[in-house]
């Protein structure tokens, strides 16, 4: 089947409007007509037969309209003509009208605008079918061979329209992907719609991999009459997953050295802190009276700095500990997590007077060590960073839409709106050592806590001095196993 051959066929199924199918006897009376005059016409079958052919053109067309029958069907045995017809409520049809003159005179009517419709409908496909970047194939259903191709389809694979033109659709198929042939054509013909990968031939016999749309194009009778198949080359996504994969490999590599870089450094540079502090408390020891106030706060700035570079370390440590955390998800009752962190930092909250709420806690999958970091962070922030009056602190969780969002909430200093984002940042520290000692890594951890178990964490704050709300969220899942 030639391509021009398949373009008229397309041409003649775009076009395909119910048209009404008359016939005419010698009287000018209507024999009979198609089921389709109800729907175009608005008159039954049956209303029509034994009625004046010329009653449905439009009152002031009909002396030229009769004029002009019976001279063409004269001198041909065929007539078309653009009428204005009346339909049964009064409203006009602009419908093109064809004679086909024998004993009786069989008539075709066609409403001219759903003509236009399909005009247009079959240009827009047309371009399409030339521009497109992805590739169309048109095939034969029963014999598997390619009656038609656009330029993109024939160029990813490696020729030009013509190449392409007949060729068993096998061909441009690895076997493996031929095989597979006839159950899609058994899902096709069932569903009418398949997509799938597979492994298509250049005409040089390298292959590329392709993801395939393919759908059934129906007569009539609601036989398959064409398959019509979209083509689309994954070389470029498939390099770009690659890459992609490979770049991820390498960042993890990356991410783990730093994360056993920094363990090992903040660990081994406890000891030299240790020994600057130790010879700075043997310097004062001995040199005793003769140290003035001025070299004795000296060696208190020397110890005062070690002890800061001491939480510093151990901020970093517990943060490529928490970064670094690989072992599986495990059930966590986080009620007996928050006892622990309380029994833990019982000596702060009783100095600091401080009173803790814990309203009911789930049990989730988790990282117990993580998640007890985690509350002990948060908690001990709400008791650092208190005001004037002891801290008050409340711990609760409530499920929504498949995960825990947990609340810790202070009556503390709080956290100006301006602040809110940045105080997760590594480092960033809102206050200075001369006012609340601290490292600015803490709650660093804490975001890196619940971004691991694939949660978010955020604050929200209040007026200076109305405390803090913390909110974090962890998936409702349960442990696996």
């Known amino acids: 089947m030639s391509g021009t051959t398949f373009n008229e066929e397309l041409r003649l199924l775009a076009q395909a409007a119910p048209d009404v199918h008359l016939r005419l006897g ?39 309209v009769d004029r002009a029958l019976r001279a063409g069907l004269r001198v041909s045995d065929t007539l078309s003509m653009r009428l204005r017809l009346v339909r049964r409520n009064g409203t006009l049809l602009r419908a093109d009208v064809r004679f086909d003159a024998g004993d009786v005179t069989s008539v075709t009517v066609r409403d001219a605008s759903e003509r236009r419709a399909a005009d247009q409908l079959r240009a827009q496909w047309e371009v399409l079918f030339q521009v497109t970047r992805r590739g169309i194939a048109v095939s034969d259903p029963r014999t598997k061979v390619l009656v038609a191709v656009n330029p993109a389809y024939a160029a990813m694979h490696g020729g030009t329209v013509e190449d392409f033109i007949g060729a068993p659709v096998a061909r441009l198929l690895a076997p ?24 298509h031939v250049r005409l040089d016999g390298s292959t590329f991999p392709a993801a395939v749309e393919s759908m059934a194009a129906r007569d009539e009778h609601g036989e398959q009459r064409y398959w019509l198949t979209w083509v689309e080359d994954l070389t470029e996504r498939r390099r770009a997953e690659r890459a ?11 991410n783990a050295d730093l994360d056993r870089f920094a363990g090992v450094v903040s660990h081994d540079l406890q ?13 004062e020891r001995r040199a005793g009276e003769n140290l003035d106030d001025e070299e004795r706060e000296l060696v208190e700035h020397i110890v005062g700095g070690v002890h800061r570079m001491t939480a510093l370390l151990d901020g970093i440590r517990e943060w490529s500990r928490v970064r670094g955390e690989s072992a599986p998800l495990a059930e966590v009752d986080c009620g007996a997590v928050v006892d622990e962190v309380l029994s833990f930092l019982a000596a702060d909250l009783e100095a600091a007077g401080a009173t803790v709420q814990v309203g009911p806690l789930p049990v989730l999958a988790g990282h117990r060590a993580a998640l007890a970091q985690l509350f002990q962070n948060l908690i001990g922030n709400a008791v650092k960073f208190r005001g004037e009056d002891p801290p008050e602190i409340a711990i609760a969780a409530a499920e929504t839409d498949g995960e825990w969002e947990f609340t810790v909430a202070d009556n503390g200093i709080g956290i100006e709106p301006e602040y809110a984002e940045g105080v997760f940042e590594f480092g960033r520290r809102l206050h200075g050592d001369d006012d609340i000692p601290g490292t600015g890594i803490g709650l660093t951890v804490c975001k890196t806590v619940v971004e691991r178990h694939g949660g978010r964490i955020w604050v929200e704050p209040g007026e200076r001095g109305r405390g803090s709300r913390f909110r974090f969220t962890l998936p409702a899942r349960p442990a696996a196993g």
Do not use: K, N, T
């Open 26 to 64: 010698r009287d000018g009376r209507w024999l009979d007509a198609s089921p389709s005059a109800e729907r175009v016409l608005g008159f039954a079958p049956h209303e029509l037969i034994g009625r004046p052919g010329l009653e449905l053109v439009h009152p002031s067309d009909r002396p030229d």
């Open 176 to 199: 493996e992907s031929a095989a597979r042939l006839d159950a899609l054509a058994d899902q096709i013909d069932e569903s009418g719609f398949v997509g799938y990968e597979s492994l």
């Open 244 to 254: 992609a994969a490979r770049h991820a490999d390498e960042m993890a590599r990356s």
């Open 271 to 283: 000891s030299p802190m240790r020994v600057i502090a130790g010879c700075a408390r043997i310097l």
